[in-house]
Antibody
Framework: QVQLQESGPGLVKPSETLSLTCTVS????????WTWIRQPPGKGLEWIGF???????NYNPSFKSRVTISGDTSKNQLSLKLTSVTAADTAMYYC????????????WGQGTLVTVSP | SYELTQPPSVSVSPGQTARITCSGD??????ANWNQQKPGQAPVLVIY???ERPSGIPERFSGSTSGTTVTLTISGVQAEDEADYYC???????????FGGGTKLTVL
């Protein structure tokens, strides 16, 4: 059974870089698409971007200039970096794995809350 | 940018049928998926490829599609079905993932 676990600082200062890691167990990141999704408090889900096992990436245009998603196959981890954060980036951040065409997300991590505050 | 439109809320009594719609111009070309999210929990996939049910999801959950609208139907709603439901698909190019704004299902 594939399991995903997000980790990283729960508090980030404005203008700094948010860095999160998603550790995958029960399966290899050398297959499928691996995605980051976020949810501001009390709001809906927002797709950030994904990395394909081939190494190719695609990002939500809303984040394109600030976001980088990468993978480390040796550690079976993917990471998210979001630069120049503001209070609007305060959210629960989830990693997820697709399960087929048009990206049904059959596997989700439990999420990690990141607060942007001085 | 591409959008998926859902009603903000739907209310039903226990045992009744709940229908939640999701509209988007690219839905005739790309399939839709539905995620259930209960308070304080990560989302769970309940329908994929418009009408397929993942293993472990009760049969009362079903999906359908008609033109630019997809519908999640919950038959015989139970109290435990009270949650937020998000449709999800991709834009016309198949490049970008999009979520609907979410629908809060209230079981009266």
């Amino acid at each position: 059974q594939v399991q995903l676990q997000e980790s990283g600082p729960g508090l980030v200062k404005p203008s700094e870089t948010l860095s999160l890691t998603c550790t995958v167990s029960g399966g290899s990141i050398s297959s499928y698409y691996w995605t980051w999704i976020r949810q501001p408090p009390g709001k809906g889900l927002e797709w950030i971007g994904f990395i394909h096992y081939s190494g190719s990436t695609n990002y939500n245009p809303s984040f394109k200039s600030r976001v980088t998603i990468s993978g480390d196959t040796s550690k079976n981890q993917l990471s998210l970096k979001l630069t120049s954060v503001t209070a609007a980036d305060t959210a629960m951040y989830y990693c997820a794995r697709d399960s087929g065409i048009d990206f049904p997300f059959g596997y989700w991590g439990q999420g990690t809350l990141v607060t942007v505050s001085p | 940018s591409y959008e998926l439109t859902q009603p903000p809320s739907v209310s039903v009594s226990p045992g009744q049928t709940a229908r939640i719609t999701c509209s988007g111009d690219a839905l005739p070309k790309h399939s839709a998926n539905w995620n259930q999210q209960k308070p304080g929990q990560a989302p769970v996939l309940v329908i994929y490829k418009d009408n397929e049910r993942p293993s472990g999801i009760p049969e009362r959950f079903s999906g359908s599609t008609s033109g630019t609208t997809v519908t999640l139907t919950i038959s015989g709603v139970q109290a435990e079905d009270e949650a937020d439901y998000y449709c999800q698909s991709v834009d016309s190019s198949g490049t970008y993932v999009v979520f609907g704004g979410g629908t809060k299902l209230t079981v009266l």
